[in-house]
């Protein structure tokens, strides 16, 4: 069986990057999001990633794929996953790309990847989900900022100074 993967990333420094994906085929859908390892460094990486995230995931549902037809807005992870593909210079994408091509390997699955313009009018199937993928890492992304933010206003507290009063320097070391 054939599985389409539709995978988008969305990366910010400083607050890392969240992939998305859309999977279908003849036993049904998968849709999912989240975030990229601390390892990803880029917004190369996260697409590399969400492509990597796509393909684990369709071969832990279906066992039957057979290949695996990649869209994506990103050029190079539509190129990045033949046996004969050009190895990646950058090390967290190189990292992401040996990986996902053992696996491809070990699991004898064959792969062709198909450019998906971005950013576009949802006038075709294909832009639609492209589209959908974009707005779904963008969405996760922009949650963890929001959460990081937060835990950053939290973190900043006025350090007490032990001299002064013994019993909060005691509390605070306490975690109260």
Known sequence: MWITLYC??????????????????????????GDCPSYVDNSISAEMYAAYE???QAL?????VEGIQINSDCTTVCRAFWPWSKKIKNASAKFIQERTLKLLKEKEILVRGKHVKGHQKPTTTR???NGRCDDMAREERLKNEEEKKKKDKEKVVADPDPTENDDV?????EGD
């Open 8 to 33: 988008d990333a969305s990366y910010k420094k400083g607050f890392g990057g969240t992939w998305a994906v859309w999977i279908k085929c003849d036993k049904g859908r998968l849709v999912n999001s």
């Open 54 to 56: 796509g393909i684990k």
């Open 60 to 64: 832990k549902k279906w066992d039957d």
């Open 127 to 129: 832009a639609y989900i």
């Open 169 to 173: 320097w005691k509390r605070v070391e």
